[in-house]
């Protein structure tokens, strides 16, 4: 693999924002801009009465996932991700509000169980399936956008640095030089304030911009990139058969979810674990077998007939 630290000069090449493109190997559905979204929503779901939904326990709670090709059974896990386990549970149960985006023009709020009806809309085998797009193409989300709920420190982020000897570490997804100077580079340089196109001011500061991509973590990458971590959730590594939320970036979290097919290390810090599958893994497998097309989309449909919590 070759070096990717200099010339510095190569960064002009690209002024793409830091978000991996959907290349088939992380779940990144297609979303609208944060921004455009976080006009008209309001980044949490509530009760009719406007009360945000609250989870009675911070024990784990189980859900059961009934698709057509048979029942998922999941542990969904508060003290890893306690929004995202009550957003995902108020959706799936109706007991909250959101945005109707099937109809780009006509997009009304309702109330009523979100999941039901829906389908796992992208399946790669030996990775994972997606599900929860009430457009069934990936675009489509709950109305509304929220943050990621990941403790950085505790999946060891902070211990891993960007660079081993001037390669990029493998959960980078670093794979040209491009990728490099769009996800690294530029960020980097936006954080020490150095214009990409101003090439003698990079020049001058070659040697700081040197250590400083010698020095970073891949934590402290994150962070420039713009997501932020909390230190108290209890947060795991996406393993097989754990449950995930994909997004289209930091804080772009919606109602699409993941089930991993198998361990992704290289997520890791990118994406809200939390849950488990605890029945059904063979359901889980054959689901990750079936026939797919354009967009890794099923032939045959595959649907979310409903998720429930399990009393």
Known sequence: MRRFLLPLVLCLLAAAPAVLADDGKA??????????????APGKLTKKKGKPLELKTAAATKALIKT???DI?????????????????GLAEGKGTFTDVRDPKNQVTISKPFFDGLGFHRVIKGFMLQGGC?????????????ADEINAKKLGLDKIKILNRGRPHQYLGVRSQMDWQRNVLLPVLKSMKINHLDVPAQKKREGEIKLKLESLTLKELYEIQGYKYNDTLESVPPMKYNLALANAGANTNSSQFFINLADTPWLTGKHTVFGKVTKGQEIVDKIGGVKVGGGAKPVEPVKILSIR???
Do not use: C, H, Q
């Open 27 to 40: 779940p990144l559905p297609e979303k609208k801009p944060a921004k455009e979204l976080a006009k008209k």
């Open 68 to 70: 057509s090709m048979g």
């Open 134 to 146: 009430p457009r069934g193409n990936g675009t489509g989300d709950a109305g509304f956008m929220y």
């Open 309 to 311: 919590r399990i009393k």
């Open 73 to 89: 059974e999941v542990e969904l896990w508060p003290k890893a991700a306690p929004k995202t386990v009550e957003i995902f549970l």
